[in-house]
């Protein structure tokens, strides 16, 4: 039994729990706290702290999913976290901070990496794309089974936006979007995203996902299957510590 903390920094919450990362399963209870209103470096670090204090976790692997685009473990864009941490080596900046070997990964391919190792991505070929449809939409494409990083398809160009404009579950909230207006509205997105990468499998993830039934009717003009996700709410801790098997 490997045992990893995953930890899934978000726009409004951070939290964290211990991953078997031979079969997925959480190990106890998760631990979440909110994210700070001024999300600093200094601040969210503060937060971590507590959270790898909380499982006594100090100088063991820590993976950590964070909203930005990651390479080589530099942070190189923001997404509802503080303008501070641009540029910043986080991977080095963490591991100086927190006392432990970090591996940073972009929340959104944390989720697909959960899919890809215990979910409904697991044993797939050829292209598989995830969505994450919350707040807004965040992506992860793997092509045979291997993890292409930061696709970010939720600010593609569409119509007099970007897509997440349209399809993310806060556009069908802030719209007062029937599921049927919304899952059409979806579908259309899902097209226009296949036009592009010619995908096999979409996944849907996100909150919205467990009512996957309510709009599924809906998503039918794909040549792509279309899925719900399996993993839900855990799906960021558990790909955050799988992220140490990615090669």
Known sequence: MSIILGIDVGATGIKGNLVDTSNGNLVGERFKLPTPDVSTPQQVT???????NYFNWKGKNVGIGFPSIISKGRILTATNIDNDWINLDGEKFFEKELKAKI?????ADAA????????????????????????GIGSAMF???????????GHLKYKKGIT????????????????????????NVLLYIEHIFSPDLFIIGGGVSKHFNLYSKYLTATKAEIVPAKMRNDAGIIGAAMAFKLK
């Not at 503060?46 to 790898?52: F, G, S, Y």
């Not at 997440?164 to 802030?174: F, I, K």
């Open 103 to 107: 591996k940073l990964v972009n929340d």
């Open 112 to 135: 697909g990496v959960a899919e890809l190792y215990f979910g409904a991505a697991k044993d797939k070929k050829g292209t598989v794309i995830l969505l994450t449809l919350g707040t």
């Open 164 to 187: 997440e404009n349209y399809a993310a579950n806060s556009a069908r909230e802030r719209k007062k979007m029937s599921y049927k207006e919304w899952g059409k509205e979806l579908q």
């Open 46 to 52: 503060k937060v971590l702290k507590e959270i790898i």
């Open 143 to 153: 092509l045979n089974g291997k993890l292409i990083p930061n696709t970010e398809l």
